[in-house]
């Protein structure tokens, strides 16, 4: 059984930065897309930042270009969100998925598998 489990996120003040980890289990994902979403209080899930596993090739969102990076371990099997800079707009629960395939989707409906997600939060 496929699973994916955040951790990583905590409470802390703008400028500062975390990083999250998202650790896959459950199957190879050399043939997979792991993205990171986040959710605000009131607003939809939006893509963030996702990666090939099998290239190392990245996407991002344009709102977290030049502040996130995500990255992945294939021998560990976690993929990593560094954020930086961080701002009270990036408040928000964040989950980590996967999909099948090498198109990275910045929408929600092709991911076949999540994470419960991991909350952080940017006081001012």
């Known amino acids: 059984q496929v699973q994916l489990v955040e951790s990583g996120g905590g409470l802390v003040q703008a400028g500062d930065s975390l990083r999250l980890s998202c650790a896959a289990s459950?199957?190879?994902?050399?043939?997979?897309?792991i993205s990171w979403f986040r959710q605000a209080p009131g607003k939809e899930r939006e893509f963030v930042a996702g990666?090939?596993?099998?290239?190392?090739?990245?996407d991002y969102n344009d709102s977290v270009k030049g502040r996130f990076t995500i990255s992945r371990d294939s021998a560990k099997a976690t993929v990593y969100l560094e954020m930086a800079s961080l701002e009270p707009e990036d408040t928000a629960v964040y989950h980590c998925a996967a999909r099948f395939g090498s198109t990275i989707y910045p929408a929600t409906g092709p991911y076949d598998y999540w994470g419960q997600g991991t909350q952080v939060t940017v006081s001012s």
């Open positions: 990666i090939r596993w099998s290239t190392g090739s990245t």
């Open positions: 459950g199957r190879t994902f050399s043939s997979h897309v």
